[in-house]
């Protein structure tokens, strides 16, 4: 069965501070691996994917297969960057993510 | 553009009845997928449309729910007989191709009394 572990519900870090969201999954196969974000008032948007190897706003996500986690990193955090981020997989050849339960990130000025 | 559009943005129902949700997908888009989102939770998968058929409904919960695409465009979330426990953010999201990345709706909120 797959599975999406985001361990922390809630994370406030300092502006200019570094920020890592963590994220663990349990997966038989080669997943593909998303992180999602919904700033306030807005709709859930992709962040980034894992085959894409790409920086978006600052934050990267690097797929280590031996730990199963995909954990998002950003070296100093912005006020802009408070939102919602949900961890998502995609299994091989399925059609739908599987999302974890979010954690609610709070950069305090 | 025009993104995701779903209506309504919410809906208050008395259990036992049947409401009906609607998502336009982005223009173009064959690719559409229903989720439910609960409080405190992550969206869950329900159902994925490829053009007009139901490529995949296994998350759909039970037989009381069900959804259309008629013309590959469009599409509408039944549900009948309705419970509190189906009180949740129903989100569509298309995309243009199975590999590509969904654009989520702005979700319908619905609440059951």
């Known amino acids: 069965a797959q599975r999406v572990t985001q361990p922390e519900k809630l994370l406030s870090v300092f502006k200019g501070a570094p920020v890592e969201l963590k994220c663990n999954y349990s997966y038989s196969g080669s997943p593909e691996l998303f992180w999602y974000v919904q700033y306030s008032r807005q709709r859930l948007q992709l962040l980034l994917r894992?085959?894409s190897r790409e920086s978006i706003k600052g934050f990267t996500a690097d797929l280590n297969k031996g730990e199963t986690s995909f954990h998002l990193k950003k070296p100093f955090a912005q006020e802009e960057d408070s939102a919602m981020y949900y961890c998502?997989?995609?299994?091989?050849?399925?059609?739908?993510?599987?999302f974890g339960t979010g954690t609610r990130l709070t950069v305090i000025p | 553009g025009a993104g995701v559009s779903q209506t309504p943005s919410n809906k208050v129902t008395e259990k036992g009845k049947y409401v009906e949700l609607r998502c336009d997908p982005i223009?173009?888009?064959?690719?559409l997928y229903w989720y439910r989102q609960s409080l405190g939770q992550g969206p869950e998968f329900l159902i994925y449309f490829q053009g007009t058929g139901a490529a995949d409904d296994s998350g759909l919960p039970n037989d009381r729910f069900f959804a259309v695409r008629p013309e590959g465009s469009v599409s509408t979330l039944k549900i009948q007989r309705t419970e509190r426990g189906d009180s949740a953010v129903y989100l569509c999201?298309?995309?243009?191709?199975?590999?590509?990345?969904?654009?989520f709706g702005n979700g319908t909120r619905l609440t059951v009394t």
């Open positions: 998502a997989l995609q299994g091989t050849g399925a059609n739908n993510l599987f």
């Open positions: 223009s173009g888009h064959t690719a």
């Open positions: 999201a298309s995309s243009s191709d199975p590999n590509s990345p969904l654009h």
């Open positions: 894992h085959i």
